[in-house]
């Protein structure tokens, strides 16, 4: 019912920024809260930073001052603007899209990933 699509990641030398991009679409039912969780290679998914339409966004300590989340609740579309960039911040990053049927029954729907590799 929900497709989700990444975009934006790559290489990009310390201290400096990228924009992701996630765009969400849904069929059927209703899309909630969106946002951006990190895997790097051998470390568990974490949380980067989320929003939702209404409420204010909530972003990981390691994110806070540096990353920015903003949504286009119109389009479906969500953003993460990383600046100040660090070898830490290299992983997978995945959109998250919350989604409720017609019968608001909740599930989490993932994007296949974008790569941001922080290096010199």
């Known amino acids: 019912q929900v497709q989700v699509v990444e975009s934006g990641g790559g290489l990009v030398q310390p201290g400096g920024s990228l924009r992701l991009s996630c765009a969400a679409s849904?069929?059927?039912?209703?899309?909630?809260?969106m946002g951006w969780y990190r895997q790097a290679p051998g470390k568990q998914r974490e949380l980067v930073a989320t929003?939702?339409?209404?409420?204010?966004?909530t972003y990981a300590e390691s994110a806070k001052g540096r990353f920015t989340i903003s949504r286009d609740n119109a389009k479906n579309r969500v953003y993460l603007q990383m600046n100040s960039l660090n070898p830490e911040d290299t992983a997978v990053y995945y959109c998250?899209?919350?989604?409720?049927?017609?019968?608001?029954?909740?599930?989490?729907?993932w994007g296949q990933g974008t790569q941001v590799t922080v290096s010199s």
């Open positions: 849904a069929s059927t039912g209703s899309i909630d809260d």
């Open positions: 929003t939702t339409g209404g409420g204010k966004p």
């Open positions: 998250n899209v919350v989604w409720y049927s017609r019968s608001w029954s909740r599930s989490d729907y």
